[in-house]
C-alpha cells in the first residue's frame, strides 16, 4: 500500500471516529446529562478526516444508470 492510499484512508477513520463522538454527545443529551466535551472531539476529528479526505481520488463511475442516460439523451434528441 502507497502512502497514496493511505491518507485518505486515515482521513476516512477520524472522520468515522468523530460521527461516533458527535451520536455520543446526542446521547448524553437525551439522557439529559450534557457532555460537551464529545461535541468538540468530535468535531475536532471529523475537520481532521475531511482535511485528510480531501486529495482522494473519486471512485469511478459505477455505470448503473447507464441505461437512464441513454434513454434521457433519446428524448432529448426527439424533442429537438
Do not use: C, H
Amino acid at each position: 500500500m502507497d502512502e497514496k492510499n493511505i491518507i485518505p484512508r486515515i482521513g476516512t477513520f477520524f472522520l468515522v471516529v468523530g460521527v461516533g463522538f458527535i451520536i455520543l454527545f446526542v446521547v448524553s443529551d437525551l439522557a439529559q446529562t450534557v457532555y460537551f466535551d464529545y461535541l468538540f472531539i468530535g468535531l475536532l476529528f471529523a475537520g481532521f478526516g475531511i482535511f485528510l479526505r480531501r486529495k482522494a481520488d473519486p471512485p469511478p463511475p459505477s455505470g448503473r444508470f447507464a441505461t437512464w442516460r441513454k434513454m434521457r439523451k433519446k428524448e432529448k434528441k426527439n424533442k429537438d
